[in-house]
């Protein structure tokens, strides 16, 4: 039972229909929810951040995956998914903002990742649009992209084809069930070793069992996996602590198309080759390239809770930034805006593998990188479901890596006495 | 020694305010605020929703650190006394950190809408922090207006330029009848040393912490930084002299 239809759901239910599984995949609007609005960057090198050392890993894991990925379900399901392997172009645009480049030049040497410094002549002769301004790229050549609605259709059709079965439903509760206490540390191969083998599973907890649907129908389901986005933490029926720490990161995100002018000139579609990210005074702004000339411009940040609506700002801030780079973009159709919700950790890196309820399988907190990490969820998440083995992969993604906020192990010693006396506090806080 | 900040009559043993705009993620923002010490935080109201769970706010509360609502982003008095009055709503705090930016390029505070706004929400009952250029003249003003603390830059928001104008800041210490809080431009924990060494009350600061390679360690140096300049500012730095004075007297 897979609860939640993007792309990481139906990523797993695809691969787990493939290997034979009976997959129920819930979701009322698959692919309508933060996948999109995704941009379907594949680039795990330009969103290196220092402290995410694991979350760079895992994202080159997934991308390493991908072109065998994208091909075998674009021939699966007959559709395609606008995968393209074109590269990223990171730019800045003033002095301070070559130095924050550098800076991440430096880190993402530091993970081990090539990526190619450019100079400013360099960045343009391979990207003509970009204004004369910019200072300095670097060049990560084995970066993709694809549409991530593309990627949404095609994957629902390959899993309906594997045998994957869609109900339209929303999900209102996970149903559990007691466990007897010759089940607790139970194990075997399938999916109920699945359902039994979160270790050192509190048996007063139980089990889940299924889910109930909005309409108050019930399924019964071995395992159940959530992959809802933001919405995994709301679900009733989890017990307290088993719910995932996830929360909505609003993201506002616009499609600018050629103009029917343009296309009656004759002028190619599209104004760039690969996906440019730049910095632009301080801030963050990408821009990437579809075959049909759709570009999508991204992505504000911001954490107003479950609110999706698009605003002035958040539309002014990315075509300021946008245009900065690519002054050619105003002469485009500003074709849509839209605002999707990133399911945010506190950690920003997913949540893979058994949660303590026995029989719930977490995929999800995927911030924003669910499209890049569909492949590597879905490989694993499966596998986990067909055999019962946790992957080594998860190591640093265990969803029980969250203790109560007062009881999280600190990394200095320095500073343990005030995490200790501040501690007191937080007992009992809800996280 | 028990050293309290004083601001409106409350009492905080921390003299470091952060700021929590851009940290990478919820999780070093709270290993970053535990190390840091701080028991007063501020919050940008146009940035969050109150409600939402798992926010900023509930990290605050979950680390009993107060939260101090600003009015980031707005470039006009109206704008920022309609904060204000959102953020006393939301959060049932009548403390505001009052910001009136001028542009985006530097950030620089626009003193007329800032004065302007300080008025107003001193009017209207609210305990009102504001931030400042370095100038002693709008300080005073803005001390005569009502505030309850006065906070000039050190440089501009996010340079890291740290203190461009010691004198000016030993002015607006020299004369201010409510706490000195230096804020912005702190680029590494010398700077916020120095801050306190010149008498500086409190020193506010984020994005030397947010931006640096380990935002927790560097926590912990602001930290230290604040408190080994508050102590030298209490015991008294020596005189300049021109030439070497010898520690021990030589022998005769």
């Keep these: ?431 | 020694m028990d050293d309290p900040l004083l601001i409106a009559g409350e009492s905080f043993n921390s003299r470091l305010i952060m700021g929590t705009g851009g940290m990478p993620s919820l999780d070093v923002l709270d290993r970053a605020l535990v190390a840091s010490g701080t028991e007063l935080t501020t919050v940008a109201m146009r940035r969050l929703d109150p409600a939402a769970a798992g926010s900023v706010l509930d990290l605050l509360a979950a680390r009993g650190i107060r939260a101090l609502p600003n009015t980031a982003g707005c470039y006009t008095a109206n704008e920022a006394v309609r904060v204000a009055k959102l953020a006393r709503e939301a959060l049932g705090t009548d403390w505001v950190k009052l910001e009136v930016i001028a542009d985006e390029r530097t950030l620089l505070p626009d003193p007329l809408e800032l004065l302007t706004a300080a008025e107003q929400l001193v009017a209207d009952g609210f305990v009102v922090l504001p931030y400042t250029n370095d100038d002693p003249v709008l300080a005073r003003r803005l001390e005569q207006a009502g505030c309850s603390a006065v906070m000039p830059l050190g440089s501009p928001i996010g340079s890291g330029l740290g203190i461009r104008n010691t004198h000016n800041i030993e002015l607006i210490v020299e004369s201010a009848g409510v706490p000195v809080i230096l804020d912005a431009g702190i680029g590494t924990a010398s700077d916020a040393a120095i801050a306190m060494e010149l008498g500086c009350a409190a020193v506010l600061l984020a994005t030397s912490v947010t931006r640096a390679r380990d935002p927790e360690l560097m926590a912990e140096a602001m930290r230290l930084g604040v408190a080994g300049g508050r102590l030298a500012y209490h015991a008294g730095r020596i005189t300049r002299r021109r030439y070497a004075q010898a520690s021990s007297p030589p022998a005769s």
């Design chain 1, 1 to 431: 039972m897979i609860v939640g239809g993007g792309v990481i759901g139906l990523s797993i239910a695809w691969r787990a229909a493939q290997q034979g599984m009976r997959v129920v995949i819930a979701d009322p609007a698959p692919g309508q929810g933060a996948t999109h609005a995704a941009a379907g960057m594949l680039t795990p090198i330009a969103e290196a951040a220092y402290a995410e050392r694991e979350i760079f890993a895992l994202g080159q894991q997934s991308l390493l995956r991908y072109p065998a990925f994208a091909a075998e379900l674009e021939q699966a399901a007959g559709l395609p998914t606008g995968f393209r392997q074109a590269g990223t172009l990171q730019v800045a645009y003033d002095s301070d903002d070559l130095a924050v480049l550098e800076e991440l030049r430096a880190l993402q040497d530091s993970f081990g990742a090539a990526t190619c410094q450019l100079t400013a002549r360099e960045c343009r002769e391979a990207e003509p649009m970009l204004d004369p301004s910019i200072r300095g790229g670097l060049l990560a050549s084995d970066d993709g992209s694809l549409d991530p609605r593309l990627l949404a259709t095609a994957l629902l059709r390959a899993a309906t084809t594997a045998g994957a079965w869609h109900v339209p439903q929303q999900v209102a509760e996970i149903l559990t069930e007691p466990v007897t206490s010759a089940e607790v540390g139970a194990s075997g191969p399938g999916a109920a070793g699945a359902g039994t083998n979160a270790a050192g599973a509190d048996p007063g907890l139980g089990r889940a069992s299924g889910v109930r649907f909005a309409d108050g129908s019930e399924l019964a389901a071995p395992a159940v996996v959530l992959a809802a986005g933001w919405e995994s933490a709301g679900f009733a029926g989890l017990p307290a602590g088993c719910a995932p720490p996830v929360r909505p990161v609003k993201g506002q995100i616009l499609r600018l198309r050629s103009t029917a002018t343009m296309t009656a000139a004759g002028l190619p579609p599209g104004l760039l080759r690969r996906t440019v990210r730049g910095i632009v005074r301080g801030s963050s702004v990408y821009l990437v390239p579809r075959e049909s000339g759709e570009l999508v411009v991204g992505a504000t940040q911001e954490e107003l809770g479950a609110d999706a609506t698009v605003t002035a700002g958040g539309v002014w801030g990315l075509l300021r930034d946008a245009r900065a780079l690519v002054p050619g973009i105003t002469e485009l159709a500003l074709a849509e805006v839209v605002a999707g919700l990133r399911p945010g950790t506190p950690d920003n890196a997913p949540l893979l593998g058994p949660a303590a309820l026995p029989g719930l399988v977490l995929a999800t907190g995927h911030f924003r990188a669910g499209v890049l990490l569909a492949p590597v969820t879905a490989d694993t998440i499966s596998r986990y479901l067909v055999t019962g083995q946790s992957d080594p992969l998860w190591a640093a993604f265990r969803p029980d890596r969250f203790p109560s906020a007062g009881a999280r192990p600190r990394q200095r010693a320095a500073t343990t006495q005030q995490a200790a006396t501040q501690g007191a506090a937080t007992q009992g806080a809800a996280r």
